[in-house]
């Protein structure tokens, strides 16, 4: 029925009219048209806005709204400009291999939902705010680096001049940073490849 400004999120939203009457709002997928119809069930036709369950999906094709848990709703890939692409079934059958915007390679079950083709306003990225004020009224405070600070306010503060951080880099708390803050090692077994992460020198693996 038409597209809709979000102000929590990045993507549009589409709002949808089922055949009983009912109406909802979608992540607006990219390409999709007023007056569109878009189909969800276990097995429909590959087309940009209809869903299907990700073991009926084409081995490459671009997904989005990809469920983590069957029935739950999408958790992967919903901000504007997002894309998964489906890599295929492991042996067992009952995962599907997906391949993450970030880079990682991971497990989801194989009767999940996903949503074909990207979401949309792509061109978000590339979009400039412009002045600190239109920043400031989104919410957003200034970030101030450790190094411009007096000594008493963060470890990486004082000194004469531009002085070096000496040693390794840490937070306002004196804590290092670098280091993997991941703990859920309830889910690692679904990770094949983790993501692409710039490694700081001397940091914990």
């Known amino acids: 029925l038409g597209f809709y400004f979000d ?13 009983d009457g009912e109406k909802r709002y979608i992540i607006a997928p990219r390409g999709v048209k007023v007056g569109d119809n878009l189909v969800s069930g276990e097995k ?8 299907m369950m990700v073991k009926n999906i084409p081995s ?4 989005h709204c990809v469920e983590n848990v069957p029935g739950k709703g999408a958790v992967y890939a919903r ?23 970030s880079g990682e390679i991971r497990l989801v079950y194989a009767d999940c939902m996903a949503t074909i083709g990207q979401v949309g306003n792509e061109d978000k990225l590339n979009v400039k705010l412009g002045k600190a004020g ?25 000194g004469e001049g531009k002085g070096q951080i000496g040693g390794q880099a840490k937070d306002i708390w004196g804590n290092r940073i ?28």
């Open 60 to 63: 490459g094709t671009e997904v």
């Open 178 to 205: 670098g280091t993997r803050t991941r703990k859920n090692k309830k889910t690692d077994k679904f990770i094949i490849k983790r993501r692409r992460t710039k490694q700081r020198p001397y940091s914990k693996k």
């Open 134 to 158: 239109r920043s400031r009224n989104l919410g957003k405070r200034p970030e101030v680096r450790g190094m411009a600070m007096h000594a008493v306010e963060h470890p990486h503060g004082g």
């Open 79 to 101: 901000s504007a400009g997002q894309v998964i692409i489906v890599q295929g079934p492991d042996p067992s059958g009952k995962f599907v291999q997906i391949k993450m915007p």
């Open 44 to 51: 429909v036709d590959v087309l940009p806005g209809n869903s």
């Open 7 to 19: 102000p929590n999120r990045t993507a549009h939203l589409a709002l949808l009219q089922y055949a």
